[in-house]
Nanobody, 128 residues
Framework: QVQLVESGGRLVQAGGSLRLSCAAS????????MAWFRQAPGKEREFVAA????????YYADSVKGRFTISRDNAKNTVYLQMNNLKPEDTAVYYC?????????????????????RGQGTQVTVSS
């Protein structure tokens, strides 16, 4: 089992920046691929960004391209989401997720339900 804990969410003004962290613990000796999702009030959970174990491949939702950057530090079992130029529409609970199988990840990296492990989320609020 892998446990995921997100942190770094808070209230920030529009145009500001935040860095979210997702720390993995438990059975982290193997490789696992990671993603960030978010869910705004009254909306469905949506894909934000994903990163392969090696860090070579990254994927982004169109709505965050050029503003958000996903990265990881495997030595620390942590994945990050650097968010710049934040907008009020970025307000949401942000969740991280981990997938063990690369082929599942490659095919379904934007599908929350396909991930093996999921965190509890961290709230990001962007004021206008």
């Amino acid at each position: 089992q892998v446990q995921l804990v997100e942190s770094g969410g808070r209230l920030v003004q529009a145009g500001g920046s935040l860095r979210l962290s997702c720390a993995a613990s438990g059975r982290t000796s193997g490789t696992y691929h990671m993603a960030w999702f978010r869910q705004a009030p009254g909306k469905e959970r949506e894909f934000v960004a994903a990163i392969r174990w090696s860090g070579i491949n990254t994927y982004y939702a169109d709505s965050v391209k050029g503003r958000f950057t996903i990265s990881r530090d495997n030595a620390k079992n942590t994945v990050y989401l650097q968010m710049n130029n934040l907008k009020p529409e970025d307000t949401a609970v942000y969740y991280c997720a981990a997938e063990i199988d690369y082929y599942t990840f490659r095919s379904y990296y934007s599908d929350w339900k396909k991930f093996d492990y999921r965190g509890q989320g961290t709230q990001v609020t962007v004021s206008s």
